[in-house]
């Protein structure tokens, strides 16, 4: 990581809707990347000024920038400062170095669907501005405009969602989510805390119980931060209270948000999930997912089909530099599980409520987001 390409920014900020601003394009195509680097949260707020792909995809990769929808759209940005380093003097050189961009970028995470969704519209976005004739700067800012809109959407995207999944919430409830699924994790408002945070602005009372979330504690550190931030009531609770809470009659509800949909409903979010519906079933509780459509994946049919990251076992072993278990002893440490399909209650996505049949369903959410894309 060159020194000259990640400064320190000002922060924090709140986007145009008050939630933190996660990423955001500064200037013009010669402009660079502000990203608010998670991993120093809930201690610091700093946002690093990212100018080189390389430090994208390390970000990307230690979780600087994390959350699916996050993940899309700094990997749309990154396109551009990868295409930009090429200094290519045609854009039929550039459009031959997004083939290796695209790869490097891919290889940054392989769960969460929306960086290759990202990619490929970027790709395709390429492709037609080569066919336009356009000069290299054209293609660039032509690339820079498309990731722009991608962050655009995902904004329209989470205050949809949050529309719709806020009329399954009713006023004192008490809802669990899973990591965090907020602002800190999209472009936007967030998918299953956009639910939470449009219940509380039409006026309803919600508490949430954010689980801790093992290893790198994205609902203490990033749920209950951003949360309290916006005045929502928020209790952090260790992963192995969740049981304990349904037990006692304390959640009504629980919505968290996914890293990749099968075309069958199975769910790939973070790891604990999976136990979290589970428990939800056998207590009778509404267990909703919160994600946009570009979260469903067509091409993998089922959860056995989607690939799951496994993580370095130093965070499970010494997170955050506090040893807490024996040097060199084995871990396991996938940051994803998939809940399978008939777990889940419904989906919230951009579109509504979707509900089962899954496969039928999806099959038509796919075709609308043909039609609309
Ligand atoms: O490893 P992370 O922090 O990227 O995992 C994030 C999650 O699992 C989120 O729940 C998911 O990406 C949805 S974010 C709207």
């Known amino acids: 990581m060159s020194s000259g390409s990640v400064r320190k920014g000002r922060g924090p900020r709140p986007d145009a809707e008050g939630h933190m601003l996660t990423l955001k394009w500064v200037g013009g195509s010669g402009g660079y990347l502000s990203l608010l680097d998670q991993t120093l949260l809930p201690a610091r707020v700093k946002y690093l000024r990212i100018r080189e792909l390389s430090v994208v995809i390390d970000a990307i990769r230690r979780l600087a920038v994390r959350g699916a929808p996050a993940i899309g759209v700094a990997a749309a940005y990154g396109v551009v400062l990868g295409l930009r380093e090429t200094a290519s003097a045609s854009a039929a050189g550039a459009r031959r170095s997004f083939a290796r961009v695209k790869k490097r970028l891919a290889g940054s995470r ?60 009713r006023s ?57 931030r916006a005045g929502i009531d928020v209790t952090v609770a260790c992963d192995n209270a969740a049981a ?17 949909i099968a075309s069958n409903g199975d769910v790939a979010n973070k790891i604990g999930t999976y136990g979290v519906a589970v428990l939800a079933r056998e207590h009778d509780i509404p267990f909703y997912v919160a994600a946009p459509s570009s979260t469903f994946d067509p091409h993998t049919a089922s959860g056995a089909g989607i690939p799951i990251e496994q993580r370095a076992s130093i965070e ?47 099959a038509r959410l796919f075709r609308t987001a043909a039609t609309h894309g």
């Open 316 to 362: 499970v072993t010494a997170g955050f530099g506090t040893k807490t278990a024996p040097p060199g002893v084995d871990v396991y440490n996938p940051a994803f599980d998939v809940t399978p399909a008939r777990y889940v209650t419904g989906f919230i996505t951009e579109q509504g409520l979707l509900e089962p049949p899954f496969k039928r369903n999806i």
């Open 172 to 228: 004192g409830w008490s809802v669990l989510t899973h990591c965090n699924a907020g602002a800190l994790a999209t472009g936007g408002m967030g998918t299953a805390l956009a639910v939470i945070y449009s219940a509380v602005e039409k006026g309803k009372k919600i508490r949430v119980f954010a689980d801790e979330t093992r290893p790198l504690l994205q609902g203490a550190r990033l749920t209950s931060w951003e949360l309290r």
């Open 244 to 260: 304990s809470l349904m037990g006692t009659g304390q959640i009504q509800c629980v919505v968290v948000g996914a890293d990749r």
């Open 110 to 169: 392989p769960t969460a669907v929306n960086l290759f969704w990202s990619l490929d519209r970027m790709e395709a976005r390429a492709g037609a501005l080569e066919e336009e004739g356009a000069s290299f700067p054209e293609l660039l800012r032509g690339l820079l405009d498309e990731a722009i809109e991608i962050h655009a959407e995902d904004q329209r995207l989470c205050r949809a969602i949050g529309r719709h999944g806020q009329k399954l919430l």
